[in-house]
C-alpha cells in the first residue's frame, strides 16, 4: 500500500492554507466594503432628504411676516444671514398639510439653524406667537454653513429686507461637510401661491 510522504501532505496543507487566508481575506474584504457602501448610502439619503425639504420651503414661501409671543410683527417676512447670532434662514412658507383637520393655519414659520454640526430645522405649531418646537436634524457632521441671496439681481449675504421688500430670487447655501467636503445647493424662490 502506498500512501503520501511527509513532504506531499505539508505542500497539500500550505496549498490549503493559502486558499483558505484567500477566502476568509475576500470575505472581511466584502463585508467592509458593504458597511462603507452603507454608510454611504445613509449619508446620501440625509443629504437627499435636506435638499428635499429646504427645496419645499424655498419654493412655498410667503410673504407673511409673523408675530412674537407679545404681538410685535416681525421686520421682515424672510430673513437670513451668516451671522452666529441668526438663523441661516427664517421664513413663512404656504402649504402645511393638514389631515387631521387640527385647528391651525396652512402657513408655517420654519427656522433653518447650524448647532453643534447639525443643520437643524425648527418649525413654530403656531404661526404668531407659537413657541418653537423641536428641532429636525437634517444634516450631521457639518463643519460650516453660509448662505446668499439673489436680490434684484446681485448675490449677497445678507438681506436688508423691509417690511415691504420682496422675496429674493434665489438662495443659494454652501455647507462644508466634515466627510464629504464643501456642497453648494442653489434653490429657486417663486413665493407665489401653489
Known amino acids: 500500500m502506498?500512501?503520501?510522504t511527509l513532504v506531499e501532505m505539508l505542500v497539500a496543507l500550505f496549498v490549503f492554507s493559502l486558499i483558505a487566508t484567500a477566502g476568509v481575506t475576500m470575505m472581511r474584504f466584502s463585508a467592509d466594503n458593504r458597511g462603507i457602501v452603507h454608510a454611504r448610502a445613509e449619508r446620501l439619503a440625509e443629504f437627499q432628504r435636506t435638499r428635499a425639504i429646504l427645496k419645499s420651503d424655498l419654493a412655498q414661501a410667503a410673504e407673511r411676516r409673523i408675530r412674537d409671543g407679545q404681538g410685535r410683527a416681525s421686520r421682515e417676512a424672510f430673513q437670513g444671514g451668516n451671522s452666529a447670532a441668526t438663523p441661516l434662514l427664517r421664513l413663512t412658507r404656504r402649504g402645511w398639510e393638514n389631515p387631521d383637520a387640527a385647528p391651525r393655519a396652512s402657513v408655517q414659520y420654519v427656522e433653518y439653524r447650524l448647532v453643534e454640526g447639525r443643520l437643524e430645522r425648527l418649525a413654530r405649531l403656531a404661526l404668531d406667537g407659537g413657541a418653537q418646537g423641536v428641532p429636525q436634524v437634517l444634516a450631521e457632521r457639518v463643519r460650516n454653513a453660509s448662505v446668499g441671496f439673489l436680490w434684484h439681481g446681485q448675490w449677497i449675504p445678507t438681506l436688508p429686507g423691509g417690511p415691504a421688500d420682496p422675496l429674493p430670487q434665489a438662495v443659494k447655501l454652501n455647507?462644508?461637510?466634515?466627510?464629504?467636503?464643501?456642497?453648494?445647493?442653489?434653490?429657486?424662490v417663486s413665493g407665489e401661491p401653489r
Open 175 to 188: 455647507l462644508v461637510f466634515d466627510d464629504i467636503g464643501p456642497v453648494s445647493q442653489l434653490f429657486v
Open 2 to 4: 502506498k500512501g503520501f
